[in-house]
């Protein structure tokens, strides 16, 4: 089977998990949204829960490629964590509670969370520093430390709005903590481009 036909099922299976959540979509749903075999989807993956993964790799990649953009596009690190943040909001609408609260149930290779997250938090740690360098961000700031606290905060808001707080905006909650955590860290100078970027762009943090 192509690699065209995989991409495919990956896309329209992404989309049918992140809006209806994975338990509520069976592959003969996929299947029959592509206009396709069932045994099509399983030639190309072993079960639901290698399909899902690979969901998982695609939004993730999709989601470097937009922050790559971003990096190329901006001149400094807060222009970049602001557009990261808007990034965020923007992927994070598109995706129902009800995944996040399936992607509990779903195995996952050794080490997978683990490295990805440790990946995220030594590039945060870099740009940190690079803040610091170059007068955006606070000289006492420890770059290590603040990368642990973003990484972490946002991955026990998501739990805690999964296992506590269902009814909570998700969306919301994590890009408020990423703009008070940002200004938090910031000179003047790193705070006045804060302030020019938010009258420019929409960030949602309240609503």
């Known amino acids: 089977m192509s690699e065209d036909t995989k991409e495919r099922i990956i896309i329209e299976a992404q989309n049918l998990f992140c809006i209806n959540g994975i338990k509520r979509i069976t592959m003969d749903e ?45 001149n400094n690190v807060v222009e970049i964590m602001m557009y990261h943040t808007l990034l965020i ?61 973003f990484c972490n905060g946002i991955r026990n808001l998501v739990k805690d709005c999964i296992e506590t707080n269902p009814k909570l905006n998700i969306n919301n909650i994590v890009t408020m903590f990423i703009s008070i955590l940002l200004r938090g860290i910031c000179t003047n100078k790193g705070l006045e481009i804060c302030d020019k970027l938010e009258k420019r762009i929409t960030f949602n943090f309240m609503q």
């Open 89 to 149: 909001q923007n992927s994070l609408k598109n995706i129902s509670l009800q995944f996040w609260e399936d992607l509990k149930n779903i195995k996952f290779p050794e080490d997978y969370h683990n490295k990805k997250s440790e990946e995220k938090r030594i590039k945060l740690e870099m740009a940190i520093q690079r803040g610091i360098r170059e007068g955006y961000y606070r000289e006492s700031v420890n770059a290590e430390v603040v990368s642990i606290a």
């Open 30 to 74: 996929i299947a029959e949204r592509m206009s396709i075999s069932k045994r099509t989807i399983y030639e190309n993956f072993k079960d639901k829960n290698e399909l899902v993964l690979e969901c998982l790799r695609h939004l993730q990649k999709q989601f470097e490629n937009e922050e790559k953009q971003i990096e190329a596009n901006y």
